[in-house]
């Protein structure tokens, strides 16, 4: 028989398609066809398929050979169908039986000389073959990913001749985990109590980390904003395995190492301003993950916002919401996963200060400044505090560090619990029909709540968000039911809402 079929996976978004490598070969004059929807790097394959045959000591064909990708329509790109298009190669040419072939799945890029090199995305591959019973046959350097998932059932090897050999019986894999798979210590030195003073922004930082809320901080450059968002990925509750997995799986289609030492770790992410809307939402011609999920179940902390272009921050308004970004294509449309806890920081004038001796800006001025962020962008954070100067003989006298960040984290871990069995997600996610059920109010409380959005100004998606903010708060303080109380500390969370409405009346 000149005809083999060989099983395989693609790459697209955190998916894996299966794609089936068919390899016919027939007489005539020598010819190396590849067709299938393939980029440029796939049919790039037929010269290191070739080498790589014959440096493993096999023949290559001097026949005619034409290999399909199918299904047709489904773009390919990248070296990980090398191995696969190889093993057709040598199955239809009867250089290794074809019985074996039904039960593995493979992928793997080639060298000239058969060694395999390592590919993206292999995890969600895994994930799939997984499910489907299936061995899924990587190189060695992918053997600490797909181990995440599969330790039991999947392979590895380190070059076209190892994998040839198993399946002759001659020989067998096992699945090679690297010498690192150590846990990688965190970083224990980070503490809340490195940071003088703030309580208030300490407490807004237990809030958020508890409900998973939006955080904005708004102050004068040097007062710990940066130092109090560093901490939130200490305080954070771990990652459910469900939650890990998706995370996982979006690192794997990237350069960063992934091993069983780190893919537990909520990820924190900083790009620098000068980003641009591709890096932080994703895109590229083969589409990529951005930013903003690779903060997917983490933390993406966005610095001196206002120097973000406009156009940038306001890519983020739909994935906040959604929790996912979907990248168009004119041949295809890519999903990511972006479900991320937004961090903000910002100094409230363009020259640091808008109140006081050091104020160098006129309203007008500051005005401009903040207006760079667009009202709906900012109305989708939860919580906004001002992060003042410190008072004079503070750093002298040592100031109040407050609670250790364990102490904090027990507490926050405690009602992230208290939420999981309610709703079975954190408080931020909680939908509008949520919100009537798990989060009702009196009617005296409503009417106060009602009040005071009008005098602020606010639109029904910060009504919202303060009741969820203040269910939040109930759960740190055990209270079943929210209180009056609960709603005003919420309230008192819209420092940006009262500068701006400040300005806007100074500049008047």
Same mark, same amino acid.
């Given at each position: 028989?000149?005809?083999?079929?060989?099983?395989?996976? @693609?790459?697209?978004?955190?998916? @894996?398609?299966?794609?089936?490598?068919?390899?016919?070969?027939? %007489?005539?004059?020598?010819?190396?066809?590849?067709?299938?929807? @393939?980029?440029?790097?796939?049919?790039?394959?037929?010269?290191?398929?070739?080498? #790589?045959?014959?440096? &493993?000591? *096999?023949?290559?064909?001097?026949?005619?050979?034409?290999?399909?990708? @199918?299904?047709?329509?489904?773009?390919?790109?990248?070296? !990980? *169908?090398?191995?696969? /298009?190889?093993?057709?190669?040598?199955?239809?040419?009867?250089?290794?039986?074809?019985?074996?072939?039904?039960?593995?799945?493979?992928?793997?890029?080639?060298?000239?000389?058969?060694?395999?090199?390592?590919?993206?995305?292999?995890?969600?591959?895994?994930?799939?073959?997984?499910?489907?019973?299936?061995?899924?046959?990587?190189?060695?350097? $992918?053997?600490?990913?797909?181990?995440?998932?599969?330790?039991?059932?999947?392979?590895?090897?380190?070059?076209?001749?190892?994998?040839? !050999?198993?399946?002759?019986?001659?020989?067998?894999?096992?699945?090679?985990?690297?010498?690192?798979?150590?846990?990688?210590?965190?970083?224990?030195?980070?503490?809340?109590?490195?940071?003088?003073?703030?309580?208030?922004?300490?407490?807004?930082?237990?809030?958020?980390?508890?409900?998973?809320?939006?955080?904005?901080?708004?102050?004068?450059?040097?007062?710990?904003?940066?130092?109090?968002?560093?901490?939130?990925?200490?305080?954070?509750?771990?990652?459910?395995?469900?939650?890990?997995?998706?995370?996982?799986?979006?690192?794997?289609?990237?350069?960063?190492?992934?091993?069983?030492? %780190?893919?537990?770790?909520?990820?924190?992410?900083?790009?620098?301003?000068?980003?641009?809307?591709?890096?932080?939402?994703?895109?590229?011609?083969?589409?990529?993950?951005?930013?903003?999920?690779?903060?997917?179940?983490?933390?993406?902390?966005?610095?001196?916002?206002?120097?973000?272009?406009?156009?940038?921050?306001? &890519?983020?308004?739909?994935?906040?919401? &959604?929790?996912?970004?979907?990248?168009?294509?004119?041949?295809?449309?890519?999903?990511?996963?972006?479900? *991320?806890?937004?961090?903000?920081?910002?100094?409230?004038?363009?020259?640091?200060?808008?109140?006081?001796?050091?104020?160098?800006?006129?309203?007008?001025?500051?005005?401009?400044?903040?207006? !760079?962020?667009?009202?709906?962008?900012?109305?989708?954070?939860?919580?906004? /505090?001002?992060?003042?100067?410190?008072?004079?003989?503070?750093?002298?006298?040592?100031?109040?560090?407050?609670?250790?960040?364990?102490?904090?984290?027990?507490?926050?871990?405690?009602?992230?619990?208290?939420?999981? &069995?309610?709703?079975?997600? #954190? $408080?931020?996610?909680?939908?509008?029909?949520?919100?009537?059920?798990?989060?009702?109010?009196?009617? #005296?409380?409503?009417? *106060?709540?009602?009040?005071?959005?009008?005098?602020?100004?606010?639109? /029904?998606?910060?009504?919202?968000?303060?009741?969820?903010? #203040?269910?939040?708060?109930?759960?740190?303080?055990?209270?079943?039911?929210?209180? !009056?109380?609960?709603?005003?500390?919420?309230?008192?969370?819209?420092?940006?809402?009262?500068?701006?409405?400040?300005?806007?009346?100074?500049?008047?």
């Amino acid at each position: 028989m000149n005809l083999a079929i060989i099983q395989s996976r @693609a790459c697209v978004g955190v998916g @894996a398609p299966q794609v089936t490598v068919e390899v016919h070969i027939s %007489n005539g004059l020598p010819a190396f066809n590849l067709v299938g929807l @393939a980029e440029t790097t796939v049919k790039e394959a037929r010269d290191r398929v070739r080498s #790589a045959i014959v440096n &493993s000591g *096999f023949e290559f064909p001097a026949r005619r050979i034409t290999v399909n990708l @199918a299904p047709a329509d489904l773009p390919k790109d990248g070296g !990980r *169908f090398d191995l696969p /298009i190889a093993l057709g190669v040598l199955a239809a040419s009867g250089q290794i039986p074809m019985t074996t072939l039904s039960k593995h799945e493979f992928v793997g890029e080639l060298a000239l000389s058969g060694q395999l090199r390592a590919v993206k995305g292999t995890l969600p591959a895994a994930v799939v073959c997984r499910e489907m019973g299936r061995s899924l046959v990587v190189p060695d350097d $992918n053997g600490g990913q797909v181990a995440l998932v599969g330790r039991d059932i999947h392979l590895s090897a380190p070059d076209l001749n190892t994998v040839c !050999r198993h399946l002759s019986g001659q020989g067998s894999l096992m699945l090679k985990e690297p010498d690192d798979m150590e846990v990688v210590p965190q970083d224990n030195h980070r503490c809340l109590q490195d940071i003088i003073g703030q309580q208030q922004g300490k407490r807004a930082l237990e809030i958020s980390a508890a409900g998973s809320h939006n955080l904005l901080f708004l102050g004068p450059p040097g007062t710990g904003k940066t130092m109090l968002a560093s901490r939130m990925a200490d305080l954070l509750p771990p990652m459910s395995d469900t939650e890990a997995l998706e995370t996982a799986a979006i690192t794997s289609l990237t350069e960063r190492p992934l091993h069983e030492g %780190n893919w537990r770790q909520r990820p924190f992410r900083a790009p620098h301003h000068s980003s641009s809307m591709a890096a932080l939402v994703g895109g590229g011609t083969v589409p990529k993950p951005g930013e903003i999920s690779l903060a997917h179940n983490g933390i993406l902390f966005l610095d001196e916002m206002p120097e973000f272009e406009r156009k940038v921050l306001d &890519s983020l308004r739909e994935p906040l919401e &959604s929790g996912e970004v979907m990248i168009s294509r004119a041949n295809s449309k890519t999903r990511f996963p972006s479900r *991320f806890q937004l961090i903000g920081a910002l100094n409230p004038s363009p020259t640091g200060h808008y109140e006081g001796q050091l104020a160098r800006s006129n309203p007008q001025a500051t005005l401009r400044y903040l207006n !760079r962020l667009s009202g709906p962008f900012l109305d989708r954070f939860d919580l906004s /505090i001002e992060i003042p100067a410190l008072p004079r003989g503070t750093l002298t006298e040592g100031g109040d560090r407050g609670e250790p960040t364990s102490v904090v984290k027990a507490r926050i871990e405690k009602a992230r619990g208290v939420m999981l &069995s309610r709703a079975g997600k #954190a $408080n931020c996610l909680l939908s509008s029909r949520e919100i009537e059920t798990y989060c009702p109010l009196s009617k #005296a409380d409503a009417d *106060f709540l009602e009040t005071a959005l009008h005098r602020l100004g606010l639109s /029904i998606r910060a009504y919202h968000r303060i009741i969820k903010v #203040a269910r939040t708060i109930a759960d740190l303080s055990g209270e079943p039911h929210i209180q !009056r109380g609960h709603l005003a500390e919420a309230l008192g969370y819209r420092s940006m809402d009262r500068l701006l409405k400040q300005l806007t009346s100074l500049a008047s």
